[in-house]
């Protein structure tokens, strides 16, 4: 009779090179996520929001030879973005003011729709990456072949990246092309060469310390309800941790005449917007952007806002690391 060897045996397939591996396990998983259709709309209406500061930059542009559109622009940031000192530059030298200008436009469109655009796209993908894995035992075929558990990470992080970088980082860098389209002649952009640069920067801000709390909390159970719950949690309740620890003190106040027009001086007011800056992902990750596009308001230090992002980063990714050796050594 014959003896067969039911024990693991070496791989003989065909092998890709080791820093192509992740990209097998991302592709697979956008793949699958794909085929949703209310992911496609998704991504689609997330695009919506790029008009606003598109109309921005349209609108500055072409302000030297329309008085409408500067009296807008000295509107827009004067009022909702709070640049009163940026608005007046605008109207005494336009020149001088477009890298602001166009770095404060970007971020907005950072900040406001796309942040809210990634908090309900990687609640909705995130938790089913690594728990789905868990509860069927998917992991098993993964690791059936010669991946290492830091590859299947970064591999499951690359299908959040990509995602993120749809709604995110495209949607910039087309805003940075709009705005050299529109512009009179390409010597502007000797003027904001460095946008770019810091397009890509502040995406790895973003996607960085997100997917690796998204991935961790999607490792830390097999029901992926529970890491969607967690999730939103964490944005949620920190937003309001922080708005209530920092503006309760402005509740019956009324701020003084010089400060009712333009931006407010909280140190006037005596409320310190950095003081509970950490509680909330939101207001961490803001800071960190707008320091990267050199447009940070406050003058605390921004070094707290990184150690924060880079502890989460480590943290999570450690996580789902331990989790899946664990899973592994059984």
């Known amino acids: ?6 024990g693991y045996r070496g791989w003989n397939g065909r092998r890709v090179a080791r820093i192509l591996r992740p990209i097998v396990v ?22 919506l929001p790029v008009m606003l ?3 921005g930059i349209f609108a500055f542009e072409y302000s030297s030879t329309s ?3 500067k009296q807008f622009v000295f509107t827009l940031l004067r009022g909702p973005l709070q640049q009163p000192e940026l ?3 605008v109207i005494s030298d336009p020149d001088a003011a477009r890298h602001e200008v166009w770095s404060t436009l970007i971020l907005a469109f950072f900040r406001y729709p796309q942040l809210f655009a ?4 990687i609640g909705l993908i995130a938790p089913m990456l690594v728990s789905y894995d868990l509860r069927t035992k998917a992991y098993l075929l ?3 072949r010669p991946l290492s558990p830091t590859e299947y990470i970064i591999g499951k992080s690359a299908v959040i990246w990509f995602l993120l970088s749809m709604i995110v980082t495209v949607p910039a860098f087309m805003l940075y092309c709009v705005g050299v389209l529109l512009s009179p002649d390409l010597s502007v952009v000797s003027q904001t060469w460095d946008i770019p640069l810091r397009i890509i920067a502040a995406s790895g801000v973003l996607m960085i310390p997100t997917t690796a709390l998204a991935v961790g909390y999607s490792s830390l159970t097999s029901e992926s309800r529970y890491a969607t719950f967690a999730w939103f949690a964490t944005w949620a309740m920190g937003f309001v941790a922080y708005q209530i620890l920092t503006y309760s003190a402005m509740v019956g106040q009324r701020p003084p005449r010089s400060l009712r027009r333009g931006r407010i001086d909280y140190e006037a007011l005596g409320i310190d917007v950095d003081r509970w800056r950490l509680l909330s992902p939101y207001h ?7 320091w990267v596009f050199d447009l940070d308001p406050t003058s605390a230090s921004v070094v707290p806002s990184m150690v924060m992002l880079v502890s989460i980063t480590v943290i999570g990714f450690w996580v789902v690391r331990r989790r899946l050796i664990s899973r592994l050594s059984v």
């Not at 697979?28 to 695009?47: D, E, P, Q, Y």
């Open 1 to 6: 009779m014959p003896v067969n060897d039911l």
């Open 26 to 47: 991302a592709r697979s998983g956008i793949s699958l996520i794909w085929r949703r259709k209310w992911l496609r709309m998704m991504l689609v209406f997330a695009w």
């Open 53 to 55: 500061p598109a109309f």
């Open 67 to 69: 008085p409408e559109m």
């Open 87 to 89: 608005a007046t530059l």
């Open 118 to 121: 990634m908090v309900l796209l």
């Open 142 to 144: 993964y690791f059936s």
């Open 284 to 290: 961490t990750l803001g800071k960190v952007e707008a």
